[in-house]
């Protein structure tokens, strides 16, 4: 295992998986756009951008509705190849699409995130919190 320190976020390095560690203010969604993007600049693939976007909702939410420390990953699912955003903080509350409204500011990110993404769900963990997952589409 390795980990490096980068201002107030720690990269860790477990074999072949990368763990984004951030503490949760307004610069996290940023980091886990730098974060993912790397991931997935590194394997070849094009589609950063969608990438991006899924996982700066995802943090987002985890920013304002969840409980710090905020750890990203991405993984490939094993069935199929496709990389997989995971999310995880340790509040309870379990993430859910808003109803659709013209006049509301916010509450657009997971229907964002539902419509970018091959699939997406939240799992507790045993501990308490939960890791709120996307699959990407390639």
Known sequence: ??????????????????LLVRRADERAPAAARRFVGE?????????????????S?????????????????VVRDEADGLPVIQVEDCGD?????????????????LLLVAALAE?????PLTGGGKV???KCVL
Not at 1 to 18: D, K
Not at 39 to 52: I, P, S, Y
Not at 93 to 109: H, K, L, M, N, Y
Request: glycine letters at 12%.
């Open 1 to 18: 295992m390795s980990s490096r320190v980068e201002g107030e976020e720690m990269i860790v390095q477990v074999g072949a998986l990368e």
């Open 39 to 55: 991931w997935f600049w590194d394997r070849g693939f094009e589609d950063v951008h969608t990438a991006q976007l899924i996982v």
């Open 57 to 73: 909702e995802l943090v987002t939410n985890a920013l304002l509705h969840g409980e710090p420390p905020i750890v990203v990953r």
């Open 93 to 109: 509350g379990e993430p859910c699409v808003q109803e659709e409204s013209d006049t509301a500011i916010g509450g657009r990110g």
């Open 119 to 123: 699939e997406w769900g939240t799992d």
């Open 132 to 134: 709120t997952w996307a």
